[in-house]
């Protein structure tokens, strides 16, 4: 089962916020197709699937220590992308088969920049690596029915990232995702339209791109500026998931409150929770102000509510 992913709105990977409650509040103010935060190779080769029926949902368990890594359900089924994070095209076989039957796609994460990714050769680390990008990607291809994809940044020329782009494509991925920056920029420097533009010419799978939607009229102007099939939002998400809404943006304070209603329908972890409003709060206003306080005090969803 092919996802379309031409002219969609997409949630973009987000470590500790692209949980299942994050994903359906987006969702319901209109993303197409939500990706769930990376999840190491290592990490979900240590889990199980189990069936929740008290909520309805399938998660993955970690074995020993029983945290939920990973939640889903089949309301969701057809349009959330599971990323992993992998440096090994056996494991990351291994890790995606115990959820290619749960997920719409399944993403191998090519642009994270931070340390604990990079370190263990995983993420933007891959960037360097085309062979192991190639067999990586062949891999989930040859043994897997479920749609494959990944997402990567600009490499340090534009014809360095379009060589890489057209690698990636002989693979058979149903499309490919690039963040407009650099392993080195920080999200202060602009994103790189022109560049993602380069890379949508240059192939013909669908091309999202990635980098500086903040309202709903951006998806529409990266669009026009770099011919992309569909556009993925990251932080514009985190601080107002209803920038997906095309009746335009709710007030935050709204939004908030539906993240807290909809993290405890789904019994969401309480650190995660915590972490994702404080992303939003910090964005607005204040952790020093009572509400943040009393937010970094809480210590059950009862007293974030």
Same mark, same amino acid.
């Given at each position: 089962?092919?996802?379309?992913? +031409? ?32 999840? !190491? ?7 199980? #699937?189990?069936?929740?029926?008290? /909520? ?25 992308? @599971?990323?992993?994070? %992998? ?10 088969? %115990? ?28 960037? &360097? ?10 891999? /989930?291809?040859?043994? =897997?029915?479920?749609? !494959? ?14 060589? /890489?782009?057209? #690698? ?7 499309? =490919?995702?690039?963040?407009? #920056?650099? $392993? ?10 022109? *560049? !993602? ?17 903040? *309202?709903?009229?951006? @998806? ?14 990251? #932080? ?15 007030? +935050? ?6 993240? $807290?209603?909809? &993290?405890?329908? +789904? ?5 995660? %929770? ?23 005090? &809480?210590? %059950? ?5």
């Amino acid at each position: 089962m092919e996802i379309d992913y +031409w002219n969609k709105l997409l949630l973009a990977p987000m470590v500790r916020v692209g949980t299942m409650p994050f994903r359906m509040l987006a969702a319901e103010y209109g993303a197409h197709i939500t990706y769930g935060e990376e999840i !190491i190779d290592h990490k979900i080769l240590k889990c199980e #699937r189990r069936v929740n029926d008290v /909520l309805g949902t399938i998660d993955l368990v970690e074995k020993g220590t029983e945290s939920i890594v990973f939640r889903t359900c089949p309301e969701e089924k057809n349009r959330v992308v @599971f990323q992993i994070g %992998t440096s090994d095209p056996v494991r990351a076989l291994r890790a995606a088969q %115990t959820v290619c039957t749960d997920v719409a796609a399944v993403d191998i994460n090519m642009g994270c920049p931070k340390a604990f990714s990079i370190s263990g050769g995983m993420g933007a680390a891959l960037l &360097s690596k085309p062979d192991l990008i190639h067999d990586i990607l062949t891999t /989930l291809k040859r043994n =897997l029915d479920t749609p !494959i994809t990944c997402k990567i940044r600009l490499l340090k020329s534009p014809q360095d990232t379009v060589e /890489l782009a057209r #690698r990636i494509e002989k693979t058979g991925v149903s499309a =490919l995702a690039v963040h407009g #920056r650099k $392993v080195a920029d920080r999200p202060r420097d602009p994103a790189k339209w022109n *560049e !993602i533009a380069d890379v949508v010419a240059a192939v013909s799978i669908p091309v999202i791109a990635n980098g500086d939607v903040f *309202e709903y009229e951006d @998806f529409e102007r990266i669009k026009v500026v770099t011919g992309a099939s569909s556009v993925m939002v990251a #932080r514009g998400a985190l601080w107002n998931a209803s920038i997906f809404s095309p009746k335009g943006k709710l007030p +935050w304070e709204d939004v908030k409150r539906e993240f $807290v209603r909809k &993290s405890i329908f +789904w019994d969401n972890d309480v650190k995660t %929770t915590k972490y994702t409003l404080k992303e939003m709060i910090v964005h607005y206003s204040s952790l020093e102000l009572p509400e943040g306080k009393a937010i970094n005090k &809480s210590e %059950t969803l009862a007293d974030l509510a």
